[in-house]
């Protein structure tokens, strides 16, 4: 299906797409492309989902994907998107000398170049504490994907899992993100589950309740 298309049928269903994912050798290589389908949804937020393994074995790799991201960053923000960059649990794995891709994006790019997607299982699983890293990267983080950890490590409906969500989501709206992404990878039922998480969340303190 074209992204016109996919546009079409969303709009009928009162769907809007603050934010769309474009690969990374998208982001390197068809930049106008990128844009073009930003502008097809209406987005806000292009987010780099992931890079390659071959692309980052070494601190090296990955100074040179910060360059990428940041050229890609400064040139989304002249056509009025903000890019953002999504982890997984291998940015948190450390180098020889202790520092980990993670910080290396930090510090290697700069936050009006590039923001955080910032997803709270992958953190779990990389062995952070979710909230503390909300609290820490506050001015970064833009969007976040809320997905629970399962006891078998697998993604589960919201509140099924092991993490503590409503701290989670009450600090991400605290430090001022923009939008929270209910995320599961796998499920038999995804309709169903969509509606397990989502009645999870409609019993949240009024004041942390989506709206």
């Known amino acids: 299906?074209?992204?016109?298309?996919?546009?079409?049928?969303?709009?009928?269903?009162?769907?809007?797409?603050?934010?769309?994912?474009a690969g990374y050798d998208d982001l390197r290589g068809d930049l106008d492309g990128v844009v073009r389908e930003a502008e097809t949804f209406g987005a806000s937020y292009v987010v780099c989902p992931s890079v390659d393994a071959g692309e980052r074995h070494t601190a090296d790799d990955w100074r040179r994907v910060c360059q990428t991201l940041a050229r890609a960053g400064r040139a989304a923000h002249r056509h009025g998107l903000m890019l953002a960059y999504h982890n997984h649990d291998y940015e948190?794995?450390?180098?020889?000398?202790?520092?980990?891709?993670?910080?290396?994006?930090?510090?290697?790019?700069?936050?009006?170049?590039?923001?955080?997607?910032?997803?709270v299982y992958w953190v779990a699983k990389g062995g952070l504490d979710p909230v503390r890293c909300l609290r820490d990267n506050a001015a970064r983080i833009a969007l976040l994907h809320l997905k629970d950890l399962g006891r078998n490590g697998e993604t589960v409906e919201l509140g099924a899992g092991v993490l503590a969500l409503e701290p989670i989501v009450r600090t991400a709206l605290a430090i001022g993100t923009k939008h929270l992404f209910v995320e599961q990878d796998d499920s038999a039922d995804p309709l169903e589950s969509i509606g397990t998480s989502l009645r999870f969340l409609e019993g949240l303190p009024a004041d942390v309740r989506p709206r």
């Open 92 to 119: 948190f794995v450390p180098f020889a000398n202790g520092a980990t891709p993670f910080d290396l994006l930090l510090r290697e790019t700069d936050p009006a170049d590039v923001r955080l997607e910032l997803d």
């Open 1 to 21: 299906m074209t992204a016109t298309a996919l546009q079409e049928k969303l709009k009928r269903h009162g769907l809007a797409v603050p934010s769309i994912h």
